[in-house]
């Protein structure tokens, strides 16, 4: 029965080692990908690590501590012409100029996605949407006024270093191969302008649940002295600023005894925006779902994309509208706002029991984990990881 679900409809197609999933009803132009017009040079790891302790390490791999043996670095220069030198290599430090503008004024972007065990016996692996990731990745370049990355160089990157690392994709339940592509500037420049050399880079981190309370609902800390994202700033691309910005308010909320910190919007502080690294999702009694809209200040997440369609599948209405903190203390204390979900590549889609701030607390439903947050969860985690027909042509396996 599963068998037929992941091999249903013939053969997939393979393109420069990227398989769209065709066991699905594919979109009508499925996303295809050619190979990358550059070659990799591969630099042989000297001293790998040793494989009873990488397995040792998998078994327990937490988030974003560990890392694998090998890392993709393509240079950027204007006066070449563009991206040149693509290599895959041992996994190590890197040298910067002290004057790299990156240092200076933050000319940085970041992506984050998954490689994840595929199919009942786990030997295949399967990327998840990564020409969202391509597309945003190009998105918060052009805001950073960085210069684009090919799309299919992008996936080519990726699809590499996999091949290099993929013993070190856990096999735990919940467990990943966290894939971060970055760009930052190199150029030793002190000027303010956008620099003319970049660095493309791709390292990887074999990971397992995001919070360290696994599975059960988080408790989240209000930001009202701060905001992470202004209209007309940086709030909607994948840059680190943001997350510079959020430190300060998610120590705060730390330090009151949460996970994360919710921000609100930084005009009329008011209206709910986003965790520091996760969307929102708010879940009626009556099946109606909330979701804040895509107004520039806030991360277009592909969980939250995901998660749209599949709440629709499920019959659900969902509305993106502004949510405001008033009305999110008032349903959840008269009991017609029964959940509330956190969605991201990190921390998949994670229940907010409780909701913290210099006013008071209140809880949502019973405090733990509700019904559609867990359905929602398996159906998201079984398309990535073969245990639930890919209707959507999401998946995209790796040879
Ligand atoms: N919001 C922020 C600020 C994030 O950093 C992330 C994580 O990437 C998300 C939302 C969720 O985005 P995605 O679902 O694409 O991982
Ligand atoms: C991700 O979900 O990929 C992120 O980048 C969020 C970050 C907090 C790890």
């Not at 992941?6 to 769209?20: D, I, K, T, V």
Request: glycine content about 10%; aromatic content about 10%.
């Amino acid at each position: 029965m599963r068998k037929a679900i992941l091999r249903r409809a013939g053969s997939p197609f393979s393109f420069g080692g990227l398989r769209q999933n065709t066991d699905s009803i594919l979109p009508s132009a499925p996303t295809r990908f050619t190979r990358a017009g550059m070659d990799f040079e591969h630099i042989t790891h000297p001293a790998p690590v040793p494989s009873d302790e990488r397995d040792a390490a998998l078994a327990d791999p937490g988030f974003g501590t560990l890392f694998t043996d090998h890392m993709v670095t393509i240079e950027y220069d204007e006066a070449k012409g563009g991206w040149y030198s693509a290599t895959i290599g041992p996994r190590g430090p890197i040298t910067l100029d002290p004057a790299a503008s990156v240092l200076h004024y933050a000319q940085e972007i970041f992506e984050g996605m998954k490689a994840y065990r595929y199919g009942e016996t786990g030997e295949e692996l399967a990327l998840f949407r990564p020409e969202q990731n391509a597309r945003r990745f190009n998105k918060s370049a052009e805001r950073m006024a960085m210069p684009s990355l090919p799309e299919k160089l992008f996936l080519e990157s990726i699809r590499q270093l996999v091949a290099a690392d993929r013993a070190w994709v856990p096999s735990i339940p919940g467990g990943a191969l966290y894939l971060r592509p970055f760009m930052f500037a190199s150029e030793a420049f002190l000027g303010v302008r956008p620099a003319k050399q970049y660095k493309y880079m791709l390292i990887a981190s074999p990971v397992g649940g995001y919070f360290k309370s696994g599975h059960e609902a988080v408790k989240i800390w209000v930001s009202q002295d701060y905001v992470r994202a202004a209209p007309g700033g940086t709030g909607a691309a994948k840059t680190g600023g943001n997350y510079a910005a959020s430190l300060v308010p998610q120590a705060q909320g730390i330090a009151h005894g949460c996970d994360q910190v919710v921000f609100l919007d930084a005009v009329e502080r008011k209206w709910v925006e986003e965790l520091g690294g996760m969307n929102l999702f708010f879940v009626y009694d009556d099946g109606t779902v909330i979701t804040p809209p895509l107004t520039g200040t806030i991360l277009p997440g592909i969980t939250r994309d995901s998660l749209i369609a599949l709440l629709r599948e499920e019959g659900l209405t969902v509305r993106e509208e502004l949510y405001s903190l008033d009305q999110w203390r008032e349903d959840a204390t008269n009991g017609t706002l029964v959940e509330t979900m956190a969605c991201g590549t990190a921390a998949v889609v994670t229940p907010v029991g409780t909701v913290a701030s210099p006013d008071g607390e209140f809880t949502i439903g019973s405090g733990g984990i509700g019904q559609i947050t867990s359905k929602l969860r398996e159906k998201l985690v079984g398309i990535q990881t073969g245990k639930v027909a890919d209707t959507h042509g999401w998946v995209m396996m790796l040879d």
